[in-house]
């Protein structure tokens, strides 16, 4: 793989979540200053474009990052370890100056900053290194507490909050353009961003209230619920706030894309050695880490069946039930 001429439109194509926020800007930092690209653009991906992943962005020069690898990608970073759509996918990886991966990092963006010093011999400015630490964090669900998670005020989780009331798809796009000079106190301090955390901080007292009632079962350490009611709103901890003695969470939400599947493991009491969630929703079409996955299926009706068929294995994993 071959760099397009750096004078030539290159399109970042990152993970709409604050990892690939973060991994995008970083990028296009790297790439403007040790690469001379001249003509780099910030554009979110979301898990319902892998539906036509052969023809993803025919046409463009494009970047990856914290997403699923593409052949044609010029540059791609990726961490997750179901990356690989196919097995033509993971034959034709070779790590270069142009792609990277590595499933023990804990995030995207601290991969992407190595590889900028190994390959390149360029430091990125300091306040990637504490958005990279950010994002160690946020990705693993690495937080001290559960209360951390849901009510800490530090920059990165202000923000983390603010993209769950992002106020148009395209809203993480600006926001990564700001990143690539700006810290995430100055990111926090703006007036959009404020908007978008006060809405979604009364959103998540607002979920955290109306939890209980959307709960299907919580038994053999397993809490299965269904949050797609438009008269619910939806909150990631909230099952281990509510149940802190669960092992792991399986829900049904939607999305701007339709509906989502999401499973992880408790952050706070973890299982031993416990079940691979990223490998188990990779079965349906998803993907993610060790402790956390999701699918967006075709519709709700598959949402339900598959959250449903979750739920029961990671209970037989247990030894819940037979």
Same mark, same amino acid.
């Given at each position: 793989?071959?760099?397009? $001429?750096? *004078?030539? %439109?290159?399109?970042?194509?990152? @993970?709409?979540?604050?990892?690939?926020?973060?991994?995008?800007?970083?990028?296009?930092?790297?790439?403007?200053?040790?690469?001379? !690209?001249?003509?780099?653009?910030?554009?979110?991906?979301? @898990?319902?474009?892998?539906? *036509? /992943?052969?023809?993803?962005?025919?046409?463009?020069?494009?970047?990856?990052?914290?997403?699923?690898?593409h052949?044609?990608?010029?540059? /791609?970073?990726d961490?997750?370890?179901?990356?690989?759509? &196919?097995?033509?996918?993971?034959?034709?990886?070779? %790590? $270069?100056?142009?792609?990277? /991966?590595? +499933?023990?990092?804990?995030?995207?963006? %601290?991969?992407?900053?190595?590889?900028?010093?190994?390959?390149?011999?360029?430091?990125a400015p300091? !306040?990637?290194?504490?958005?990279?630490?950010? &994002?160690?964090?946020?990705?693993?669900?690495?937080?001290?507490s559960?209360?951390?998670?849901?009510?800490?005020?530090?920059?990165?989780?202000?923000?983390m909050?603010?993209?769950?009331?992002?106020?148009?798809?395209?809203? =993480? *796009?600006?926001?990564a +353009?700001?990143?690539?000079?700006?810290?995430?106190?100055?990111?926090?301090?703006?007036?959009?961003?404020?908007?978008?955390?006060?809405?979604?901080?009364?959103?998540?007292?607002?979920?955290?209230?109306?939890?209980p009632?959307t709960?299907?079962s919580?038994?053999?350490?397993?809490?299965?619920?269904?949050?797609? $009611?438009d008269?619910?709103?939806?909150?990631?901890?909230?099952?281990?706030? @509510?149940?802190?003695?669960?092992?792991?969470?399986?829900?049904?939400?939607?999305t701007?894309a339709?509906?989502?599947? =999401?499973?992880? +493991?408790?952050? /706070?009491?973890? %299982?031993?050695p #416990?079940?691979?969630?990223?490998?188990?929703?990779?079965?349906?079409g998803?993907?993610?880490?060790?402790?956390?996955? #999701?699918?967006?299926?075709?519709?709700? +009706? $598959?949402?339900?069946?598959?959250?449903?068929?979750?739920?029961?294995?990671?209970r037989?994993?247990l030894?819940?039930?037979?």
């Amino acid at each position: 793989m071959h760099p397009p $001429s750096q *004078d030539a %439109p290159l399109w970042i194509r990152y @993970h709409r979540d604050f990892d690939g926020m973060v991994s995008g800007a970083l990028l296009k930092r790297v790439l403007r200053d040790a690469r001379g !690209h001249r003509d780099l653009r910030l554009s979110s991906v979301n @898990h319902d474009q892998r539906r *036509d /992943w052969e023809h993803f962005c025919v046409g463009l020069d494009f970047a990856i990052v914290d997403f699923h690898f593409h052949p044609r990608a010029t540059y /791609w970073f990726d961490h997750h370890p179901t990356t690989f759509l &196919s097995p033509a996918d993971r034959a034709a990886y070779q %790590p $270069s100056d142009f792609w990277a /991966w590595d +499933e023990r990092s804990p995030s995207c963006p %601290p991969l992407i900053l190595r590889h900028a010093r190994e390959r390149f011999g360029y430091s990125a400015p300091q !306040h990637f290194d504490e958005a990279a630490r950010w &994002s160690d964090v946020i990705d693993t669900a690495g937080f001290a507490s559960v209360d951390q998670a849901l009510f800490a005020e530090d920059p990165a989780l202000r923000l983390m909050r603010a993209l769950a009331a992002a106020p148009s798809p395209n809203w =993480t *796009d600006d926001l990564a +353009e700001a990143l690539v000079e700006r810290d995430l106190g100055e990111l926090c301090r703006r007036a959009d961003v404020e908007r978008a955390y006060a809405i979604a901080a009364r959103n998540r007292d607002q979920a955290l209230r109306q939890f209980p009632g959307t709960v299907l079962s919580m038994f053999g350490h397993v809490c299965h619920y269904d949050a797609t $009611s438009d008269r619910v709103r939806r909150e990631r901890f909230a099952a281990f706030y @509510h149940h802190p003695k669960a092992l792991y969470s399986v829900g049904v939400i939607p999305t701007r894309a339709g509906f989502h599947v =999401t499973a992880g +493991e408790n952050p /706070w009491n973890k %299982p031993e050695p #416990g079940v691979h969630v990223g490998e188990l929703m990779a079965r349906y079409g998803g993907g993610g880490h060790h402790g956390v996955g #999701g699918v967006n299926p075709d519709g709700l +009706e $598959s949402a339900r069946r598959i959250a449903r068929e979750v739920a029961e294995h990671l209970r037989r994993e247990l030894g819940a039930i037979a």
